[in-house]
């Protein structure tokens, strides 16, 4: 998606050329390219990139606690 908005900024760019309200059109490609790039992807990835991280510590924290042999009361 990201890609094709920027190819479109191009192509509008290059029309502008010829007739500047192109510009304007080109000029809310790039606005809309910056804006997906920089808010949905970015908050997806960090938010799965965190899920992952709790994931893979709750596997560890009931492997440490099956090894240890103890739950909450016994542990404390």
Same mark, same amino acid.
């Given at each position: 998606?990201?890609? %094709?908005? %920027?190819?479109?900024?191009?192509?509008?760019?290059?029309?502008?050329?010829?007739?500047?309200? @192109? @510009?304007?059109?080109?000029?809310? %490609?790039?606005? %809309?390219?910056? =804006?997906?790039?920089?808010? &949905?992807?970015?908050?997806?990835?960090? &938010?799965?990139?965190?899920?992952? =991280?709790?994931?893979?510590?709750?596997?560890?924290?009931? =492997?440490?606690?099956?090894?240890?042999?103890?739950?909450?009361?016994?542990?404390?």
């Amino acid at each position: 998606m990201f890609a %094709l908005l %920027l190819v479109s900024f191009l192509l509008t760019a290059i029309a502008g050329l010829a007739n500047p309200v @192109w @510009w304007l059109a080109s000029a809310v %490609l790039l606005y %809309l390219a910056v =804006r997906f790039r920089q808010g &949905y992807l970015g908050y997806d990835a960090e &938010y799965r990139a965190y899920r992952e =991280r709790r994931i893979r510590q709750d596997r560890y924290d009931r =492997r440490y606690r099956a090894e240890r042999g103890g739950g909450a009361a016994k542990g404390k």
